[in-house]
């Protein structure tokens, strides 16, 4: 074992006593190896801690999940989570397991189905904010309000790259443990920074986990992807994933996925739905036949922006050709792996098909697709029941055209009640009308 162990775990009892407020520590946890050994030298410390002597500090194991992480990592991952609570619980230490996830609206499938966000890059990196960075920095900012400071424990190491060893030393006080975050009244502490990675191996293959069980489960899924862990983020100096790193199936920020590619080669076959699916997305991103011709905030300049050769969302035949494909590896893999494994959520359906009406896609229903594939309805009834109903009278009084009109208006609306936002209604009944009246004077022509 590396002779720098002692001393780190000294410096961490050192630094959780010398404190003489009770501002929380938030130890970032992606169940990868840096953080398990990161974890471990914390519980360790602590348990150092003479009898009678009272902790005096929360400690929050936050873990967050974008909702399209690899599934053979999540299972991994929740099985740690789950001994890691109760044996806190057990040995009375002040560990409190804290998971993060991006809202709703933010989700990866409700922008890139939703409203046809392009699949990530490396120049429209728009995943990692959403996915990675906010949840996090909403779990931290609750803390701050709370209890006026916080400290964060990251796994980085200098050793993994020369761009994270820039940023530590960038960001470090001289004489310091603690550095200044962005977030203000926040202090990261990296206590394994100068750990090197052949010495954390070691020590995980050395000492047990104090929460129970062994690392044998961590260590073959590195070998078996060949993989890095994906650490987690917290600001957009903390280096994404990528390089083949364990983090979402969906990242088309790389080319290859090859954490993925080893995983299946080492008998993980039911993740090939999962290639397949990211693969089309790297095709297909940059293929002018699934994008429309104008921006989403030009959709009534459609003749300006293709003139401009503009780049915008993929169109609502692509949207479902996707959702498609994703319900069938859904399913696909949920009759191998069992029916816990989701890929995509109910409320990520409802919102998705929220927004198609507010983009003016009638003819594409997410209920028509899941009931096609699964051959079980899905309800969504009472979305889409009122709007049925409301059509038969419509047309009863109104010409065709103008039907049309009052629909979309109703049915844009009612996602905004759906979505709990009106924030933009106007605008968006102003667009549709505009839409109407400049398709009326084309027809006149």
């Known amino acids: ?36 050994l990161l974890l ?15 902790y005096q500090r929360d400690i929050y194991i936050v873990c967050n999940d974008t909702l399209v992480e690899n599934p053979r990592i999540v299972q991994f991952v929740e099985r740690t989570l789950h ?48 996915l990675k960075i906010d949840p996090t920095t909403r779990f931290i900012k609750s803390q701050i309000s709370q209890k006026g ?47 090197e990675t052949n010495e954390v191996w070691q020590y995980l293959m050395q000492v047990p986990p104090p929460w129970g069980g062994t690392h044998k ?57 999962l290639m397949e699916l990211r693969d089309e997305l790297v095709l297909n991103r940059n293929n002018r036949e699934v994008r429309e011709v104008f921006r989403r905030q030009d ?19 692509y949207r479902a050709k996707i959702l498609e494909m994703v319900l069938n590896a859904q399913r696909e893999i949920q009759q191998s792996q069992g029916e816990t494994t989701q890929l995509i959520s109910h409320q990520e359906l409802v919102a998705i098909q929220v927004l198609w009406y507010r983009d003016g896609i009638f003819n594409q229903k997410v209920s028509d697709i899941y009931n096609r594939i699964y051959e079980t309805p899905i309800d969504m009834s009472k979305h889409e029941d ?32 759906l979505m709990v936002r009106k924030r933009g209604l106007q605008n968006d009944i102003e667009n549709l009308l505009d839409e109407f009246l400049n398709k009326k004077k084309q027809r006149k022509k």
């Not at 280096?239 to 590619?261: A, H, I, L, Y």
């Not at 959709?299 to 035949?317: C, F, I, N, Q, V």
Request: net charge negative; with cysteine; proline share 6%.
């Open 83 to 130: 001994r890691i609570e109760e044996a806190a619980v057990s040995q009375d230490i002040p560990f409190k397991v804290q998971r993060t996830s991006p809202v709703l609206e933010d989700t990866f499938w409700v922008k890139l189905l939703g409203l046809g966000y392009p699949a990530p890059n490396n120049t429209f990196r728009w995943c990692t904010e959403r």
């Open 149 to 195: 400071e916080v400290i964060i424990l990251l796994g980085t190491r200098s050793a993994e790259s020369s761009n994270r060893a820039r940023s530590i030393k960038k960001y470090e006080v001289k004489g310091q443990r603690l550095r200044k975050h962005i977030l203000q009244n926040a202090f990261v502490y990296a206590p394994i920074k100068d750990i």
């Open 217 to 273: 489960e961590l260590v073959t899924l590195y070998r078996n992807a060949n993989s890095g862990d994906c650490p987690l983020v917290i600001d957009d100096t903390t280096p994404s994933c990528g390089n083949s790193r364990f983090g979402c199936w969906v990242c088309t920020v790389v080319s290859r996925d090859k954490s993925m590619e080893g995983l299946i080669e080492n008998g993980e076959e039911w993740m090939w739905p």
């Open 386 to 417: 009122k709007f049925r109903e409301e059509e038969e009278l419509l047309h009863e009084v109104f010409e065709p055209d103008h039907v049309e009109l009052i629909q979309k208006s109703l049915k844009i609306m009612k996602t905004k009640s």
């Open 299 to 317: 959709r009534l300049k459609m003749r300006e922006a293709e003139e401009e050769d503009s780049w915008g969302p993929y169109t609502p035949d």
């Open 40 to 54: 471990q030298l914390v519980w360790n410390a602590l348990k150092k801690i003479p009898d009678g002597t009272r």
């Open 1 to 36: 074992m590396s002779i720098k162990i002692p001393f780190i775990e000294q410096e961490i009892l050192d630094q959780y006593l010398i404190d003489d407020n009770n501002r929380p520590w938030v130890i970032g946890f992606s169940g990868g190896k840096d953080s398990t």
